[in-house]
């Protein structure tokens, strides 16, 4: 739903500033889940920028059963701000009166949070090596606000790391789709559960990317939406996912070492910080990505504000996985070599129209355009990539899957569709050794197949194949 523009000037001018005058919106790349805009306004001869965050599609929500919602959103930042930890000014959250959606407008900020860009431009060069220590200060003074003095007790909900495996394995589930790797991984954290863990608040999204950078460091700490009540570690084995290192090797947000996050923790709280615990959420953080990559697409075919973005994150969910394999059962593997035969019946191939189109979208629509439009036009080239790989080994590879899971199940005449679900309610049955190298086998081989489709060029391939 578009913003109606001339309700947005009627809250600005009425609930901020009166003299301040909109002179344009423009909706930020990314936010497949929220829709975040840069209004630039005047006042006089000056030029003032707001922030406008809201809920997708435009919906109104009082409360969120996934974390705080927007209003809760709001209200953490203030809460952060206050035990020194950067945040956006808030001035003002919407009400369901206003009729603008879920959300809030806040103080805009100069900085970069495209972790690429972080992690690439010389502009950044010299904070990069202080940002994993910074990152440990500012989780360990998230994890210090007080949530009976702020009113968070009541308004976060509480996760038990076994609730949260739970939670998200059964959301999965509820997809209907069967992906054994993320039911490997599922049973892997369920028998691996932390034995102790503190109760705080958790952010729960701290992570390169949603980090506002300058050149003297963290500007902001943004996207608060989901934060809960649980294990603090799990904010910092996120931010060490592979997912937010975007191909760099540094394990922190691919800028710092698990020692300098280690340490600007305990530096700041005083608290030692145990390994085994990190690691456990860093594995669970790939998990939990996968599965939110898949409810993306789940949410756009069922036709909740579909969009291009989100179709296209569904097939992130293999990123997620693949990093699980390597963390959880590397080893010998390889992309399996396809023939690449095709008919010459047609004057122009699929293949063929199918890299026309990718190379216009890439080339010519993506340099004519701007903001929103030029982010997902390189989505949708990205997209034709995909089905262009998947239309050359697609086939080849199910094939491979099939026999390998017809030797693995000993069963000689089932689909794949059908060999797949076995092997998931095997793994769910909860009652298989996860230390079975024919399983880890098969799983780490169609994993790779998988990504080489997916998203070649995802770091996690490169590391699977170190193995070889």
């Known amino acids: 739903m578009r913003i109606n523009e001339e309700k947005l000037k009627q809250i600005i001018s ?261 390994p085994a615990a990190v690691r456990f959420w860093e594995i669970f953080g790939a998990f939990w990505w996968s599965v939110t990559c898949l409810g993306m697409a789940h949410k756009s075919h069922q036709g909740l504000d579909p969009s291009i973005e989100r179709v296209a994150i569904g097939r992130r969910s293999t990123e997620g996985q693949i990093d699980c394999i390597n963390l959880l059962c590397p080893g010998l593997v390889s992309i399996s070599e396809i023939n690449h035969r095709q008919d010459n019946l047609e004057v122009s191939q699929v293949t063929e129209l199918l890299k026309e189109v990718g190379h216009f979208l890439r080339q010519d629509v993506v340099r004519s355009t701007s903001g929103r439009t030029q982010f997902l036009s390189r989505v949708s080239a990205n997209s034709v990539d995909i089905v262009l790989r998947e239309i050359m080994s697609a086939s080849a590879y199910r094939q491979i899957e099939q026999n390998s899971l017809r030797q693995f199940l000993s069963i000689e005449d089932e689909s794949l569709e059908k060999l797949r679900l076995r092997l998931v309610e095997y793994l769910r049955e909860g009652t298989c050794q996860l230390d079975n190298e024919a399983l880890q086998a098969h799983l780490r081989q169609t994993t790779v197949n998988q990504i080489a489709i997916d998203n070649p060029k995802y770091s996690g391939l490169a590391q699977a194949l170190k193995h070889r």
């Open 14 to 274: 009425s609930k901020i500033d009166s003299e301040l005058k909109i002179k344009k919106i423009e909706r930020l790349s990314g936010g497949a889940a929220q829709e975040t805009y840069h209004i630039e306004c005047i006042k006089g001869l000056d030029t003032q920028s707001l922030a406008f965050r809201r809920r997708a599609g435009g919906e109104f929500k009082d409360l969120n059963n996934d974390g705080p919602g927007l209003k809760g959103e709001a209200l953490l930042m203030k809460c952060a701000k206050e035990v020194g930890v950067p945040s956006p000014k808030i001035y003002y959250v919407l009400s369901q009166d206003d009729d603008l959606g879920d959300g809030f407008i806040m103080e805009w900020l100069e900085g970069e949070s495209l972790g690429r860009k972080i992690l690439r431009d010389r502009e950044y060069a010299a904070v990069r090596p202080t940002l994993a220590y910074e990152c440990g200060t500012l989780a360990a003074r998230i994890h210090s606000i007080d949530l009976s003095k702020k009113g968070l007790q009541n308004l976060l909900p509480k996760m038990s790391p076994e609730d949260y495996v739970q939670q998200t394995w059964s959301r999965y589930k509820s997809f209907g789709v069967s992906q054994p790797t993320i039911d490997y991984v599922g049973c892997w954290l369920m028998n691996n559960l932390p034995k102790c863990h503190r109760s705080t608040l958790v952010h729960n999204e701290f992570r390169n990317g949603n980090l506002l950078i300058s050149s003297d460091g963290i500007v902001a700490v943004l996207d608060w939406e989901i934060a809960h009540i649980g294990d603090p570690m799990r904010d910092l084995g996120w931010l060490c996912a592979n997912a937010w290192r975007y191909g760099a090797n540094l394990p922190v947000g691919g800028f710092g070492s698990y020692e300098q996050l280690f340490q600007g923790y305990e530096d700041e709280c005083g608290i030692s910080v145990d």
